[in-house]
């Protein structure tokens, strides 16, 4: 595996060499502060499992654990959406009944 340091780019690189060293680099940098969450929130910095295949189950828990936790955000934000729709529902259904209620008298 060969480790990539950003360096200034050098006088013969092309347009589209300095853009994409640039584009890596910074696909780079995303991914980075992702594995530093795995590994302190996610107990990634510590392989709990033993054999050949240990690294990988733990690494493949970790991700599953990372999905799921996303998922569940979206998904308490999508309650508490629809919470506060059927609120707003039944206050305006409410408002209007008291409404003609009141307009007929």
Not at 32 to 50: C, Q, S, V, W
Not at 68 to 88: A, D, G, P, R, S
Request: net charge positive; with cysteine.
């Amino acid at each position: 595996m060969k480790l990539s340091i950003p360096s200034t780019p050098r006088k013969k690189d092309t347009a589209y060499q300095k853009q994409t060293k640039r584009k890596k680099f910074r696909t780079r940098a995303a991914i980075e502060p992702i594995i530093g969450h795995l590994k302190t929130d996610f107990r990634l910095a510590k392989n709990y499992f033993m054999g050949e295949t240990g690294p990988q189950i733990n690494a493949l828990l970790a991700a599953t654990v990372w999905n799921m936790k996303k998922m569940m955000e979206l998904l308490k934000q999508k309650i508490i959406f629809l919470f506060y729709k059927i609120q707003i529902m039944l206050f305006s259904n409410l408002v209007f009944k008291n409404k003609l209620n009141s307009g007929f008298c």
